[in-house]
């Protein structure tokens, strides 16, 4: 995996920040079930407000590569996981895959009720 994550950052090169839109779905994700407005990583701290604004010093977090930057490539963490994951090495990382997947597949979800509603589902 060292060597995968050597080779992404040759290939894939600087850091590309969320858009709103990514940001936005991002937000909308982390504030529904099952977070609730809490750290999909720790599920312990609070990321956004009762408002949905995002709290001082939570993170959208580049899990995989910082020039990924689409709403399922990241998840907004608090500042105790982003810091964690920053600097605790890719072994870190790693082990918070399974939690990552769990937001992915939140926002998977998100996504397809989004076109269901808007009647832009494919038969």
């Excluded at 982390?30 to 408002?51: D, I, K, M, N, S």
């Excluded at 899990?63 to 994951?85: P, Q, T, V």
Aim: charged share 25%.
């Amino acid at each position: 995996m060292f060597l995968q994550l050597s080779a992404q950052e040759l290939l894939l090169g600087n850091r590309l920040e969320f858009t709103e839109l990514g940001r936005s779905v991002i937000a909308k994700v982390v504030a529904a079930e099952p977070f609730g407005g809490q750290c999909p990583c720790c599920l312990r701290e609070r990321v956004l407000t009762e408002a949905g604004r995002v709290v001082p010093g939570a993170e959208f977090d580049h899990f995989f590569h910082r020039s990924l930057n689409k709403a399922e490539h990241g998840w907004l963490i608090c500042a105790a996981c982003h810091d964690e994951l920053t600097h605790g090495g890719y072994l870190v990382r790693f082990m918070r895959v399974p939690e990552f997947r769990a937001f992915q597949g939140a926002v998977f979800e998100h996504r397809r009720r989004e076109r269901t509603a808007s009647g832009d589902h494919v038969t």
